[in-house]
């Protein structure tokens, strides 16, 4: 249909409309004596009247429908739990569905086929007639039928038993979805018998010795009333046992112990419940989690070779830790404040020399010098060099070549104070200990004097004097496997500590060597947080718990992800919140692949990103599905009702075809075309244009 529409004539196109007029008239009786003029009048004359037409603002407007015929959409449930079920047995399931679909074509309605599980498919009609995956996303259903509709669907029929693993639950309110679902509703409503370990809530880590509760949740399905027998074993030793009383229809139950490690590493807790003889599936009735145990003490040796101001400061920051037993050994004329014997027969986790050795001993501990590195491989032993006034350097040398730290050519000048600062690989070694904020907000840093200078081509600079083009090192660590060392080369520490009392940094040479003395020692194990799974083996399609736990009060963090991958290849990732009331890091996430999943954790501190954890489940194919084998009846109905279907059970799947008809969609095109601002009504005009030039000029009047 076309419809031209215009604008009411105003004041102005009729004097327009009257110029034209007197305009042609005009020159009709000036050229009426000359027919070779005529055909230029007459296409002046066209030309005045075309404009007089846009004036009037002409618009075309072309309109035109057609029908097209909607599509209906058979979803097939694809998921292992359908092969499960005794009514239908699969062979009868899908005959039956092969021949509903032919009873739809007969009746000359249009339909696609698309299954449904861990994702979609179209494969059906291709015959691809396979029922295998191991989880049911019902939220990609939905979503495929909100998609379909923008470009109109006549309704959809879903084929499902309703149990849902993956994704978002059946709604419980409005579906967004304007045309009807109807659904087939499959299986029986009495579940098949299932106990499994649920999960396993314990603390990633604890202190060896301390107290912890260990939490068993076990999960039953189906009609049961059962006494079992859940235990907990560590290795192969019996934990605990104890009896719980099971009720089926997916409750739980829990079932506390109580554990107390006595070794230190990891230590691996295996909780078991006996299997019912009605069960199919029993490889979810033991479970194993980690738990990464840590020393409750730890032994330290401080050496003092000659008084010094810093002994102090050393032993209060070391004194602090509750954790920390620590034997002071200090040199007296010709004997020790402890008998050095005590030094040698025990087992150090880290040994301190605090202005040692000096003139006095440097020949005994260079005679020791071999003794002293063989104590160091059999105890796997730290240590720390403080540098003082009265230090032996040649003694020192040979100690700190143990390391292959040398001491390189002097540049500041010895007992001068310099400016100082920590540099960007304190920030690399300790992420989550960060000072340069409080460091800048302060004026107030003290400087501090030079001692010796040390190469650090073997080591890690923390820590150096603020001497441009000066590679000075005020702090270094370093690992020579399996032994840490640190080099504090100035003896000026009490001036850091005393100096800075009552500024903002009065905390500063506790917070420096705190983090430092951990790492030596090792007090958090390997690493700064624990994370673990809530057990070491789940079902395809079961979500998984992830928590962790910071070994100290200052493991702060902005935010933080765990990135989950499958054979080197990132396939999810979710945020990581943290649990005020259990003190812990939480995430959980979909069991949406088989095999083996790794995971790797990232925390974010003062904008940079550290991984901090890293680790691995196992997922069983498909046999999450065996835990809910029946018809879960209410959702389904819930969510035919939402859409304006209807529901029926398999038996009266052929009901579904009465709700089933032809629908069709007729749709009107609209096009409106405004002519003065056609490009091709502006191209006439100039052709018109042309033409009378062309004339003219034949006509020898230009």
């Not at 004359?45 to 029908?67: A, C, K, R, Y």
């Not at 979810?284 to 003490?297: F, S, Y």
């Amino acid at each position: 249909m076309i419809n031209l529409s215009l604008s009411e004539p105003d004041q102005i196109f009729w004097y327009v409309l009257l110029l034209c007029i007197l305009a042609m008239v005009y020159s009709y009786y000036e050229v009426r004596e000359f027919k070779k003029l005529k055909p230029i009048i007459i296409l002046r004359t066209f030309l005045f009247g075309l404009i007089l037409f846009l004036i009037l603002d002409p618009e075309v407007e072309l309109t035109h429908s057609n029908s097209r015929e909607l599509k209906w959409h058979i979803y097939v449930d694809r998921s292992l739990s359908m092969t499960y079920h005794t009514h239908p047995s699969m062979g009868t399931l899908v005959t039956g569905i092969d021949k509903l679909l032919e009873q739809i074509k007969q009746r000359d309605i249009s339909y696609s086929v698309l299954g449904f599980g861990n994702d979609l498919d179209t494969s059906w009609l291709q015959g691809d007639k396979s029922i295998s995956d191991g989880s049911t996303d019902f939220g990609k259903v939905l979503e495929s039928i909100r998609l379909q509709e923008t470009d109109g669907l006549a309704g959809s029929v879903i084929i499902t038993d309703g149990q849902i693993n993956l994704g978002p639950e059946i709604p419980m309110e409005s579906l967004d979805i304007a045309s009807p679902i109807h659904v087939i509703g499959v299986g029986d409503e009495t579940p098949l018998v299932d106990v499994a370990i649920h999960s396993i809530q314990a603390p990633p880590v604890i202190i060896k010795g301390e107290k912890a509760d260990l939490d068993v949740t076990i999960s039953s399905y189906g009609k049961i009333q059962e006494r079992l027998n859940v235990t907990l074993y560590s290795g192969s030793k019996l934990v605990g046992s104890n009896l719980v009383h099971v009720s089926g229809g997916g409750s739980q139950d829990r079932i506390q112990f109580q554990i107390n490690p006595i070794k230190t590493g990891e230590a691996r807790y295996t909780a078991k419940v006996n299997a019912l003889a009605e069960e199919i599936n029993i490889q979810n009735n033991k479970q194993v989690v980690p738990i990464q145990v840590l020393k409750n003490e730890y032994s330290i040796a401080l050496i003092t070779g000659a008084p010094n101001f810093n002994t102090q400061v050393i032993k209060r920051i070391l004194g602090k830790n509750p954790r920390f037993r620590i034997d002071h050994f200090t040199y007296k004329p010709n004997e020790y404040s402890i008998p050095m014997k005590t030094f040698w027969d025990t087992n150090y986790d880290l040994i301190v020399f605090d202005n040692h050795p000096i003139q006095e001993n440097a020949n005994e501990w260079l005679s020791s010098l071999r003794v002293f590195a063989k104590k160091l491989i059999s105890h796997k032993s730290s240590v720390a060099f403080v540098i003082g006034e009265d230090v032996h350097l040649n003694s020192l040398e040979a100690y700190l070549s143990l390391m292959d730290v040398q001491i390189s050519h002097r540049i500041l000048e010895i007992g001068t104070p310099y400016e100082w600062e920590l540099n960007s690989n304190w920030d690399s070694f300790f992420p989550f200990e960060s000072l340069h904020a409080e460091m800048e907000i302060s004026s107030n840093l003290p400087p501090l004097r030079a001692g010796i200078e040390l190469d650090s081509t073997n080591g890690t600079t923390l820590s150096n004097y603020s001497i441009s083009d000066v590679d000075a090192p005020l702090l270094m660590v370093g690992e020579k496997s399996p032994l840490r060392f640190m080099v504090w080369t100035s003896s000026d520490i009490y001036s850091l500590y005393h100096r800075s009392q009552g500024t903002k940094l009065s905390a500063m040479a506790s917070k420096i060597l705190n983090p430092v003395f951990s790492w030596l020692m090792g007090t958090g194990g390997s690493q700064e947080f624990y994370f673990r799974s809530d057990k070491n083996s789940y079902q395809q399609g079961e979500k998984v718990t992830l928590i962790g736990k910071s070994i100290r009060e200052q493991g702060s963090f902005q935010e933080g992800f765990v990135y989950i991958s499958q054979n080197g290849d990132r396939i999810n990732s979710k945020p990581i919140v943290y649990d005020d009331e259990n003190e812990l890091l939480k995430t959980q996430f979909w069991a949406s692949q088989s095999g083996q999943l790794d995971y790797e954790v990232e925390l974010v501190h003062a904008g940079e990103t550290t991984k901090v954890s890293e680790g691995s489940i196992q997922v069983q194919e498909s046999q999450v599905e065996l835990n809910r084998v029946y018809l879960k009846r209410e959702p389904l109905m819930r969510l035919s009702a939402l859409a304006h279907g209807s529901f029926q059970t398999w038996d009266d799947r052929h009901k579904i075809l009465d709700q089933i008809e032809p629908q069709s969609k007729t749709e009107i095109h609209y096009a409106k075309i405004i002519l003065h601002d056609n490009i091709w009504l502006i191209l006439f005009i100039l052709g018109i244009l042309t033409a009378e030039w062309v004339l003219r000029r034949r006509l020898g009047l230009m």
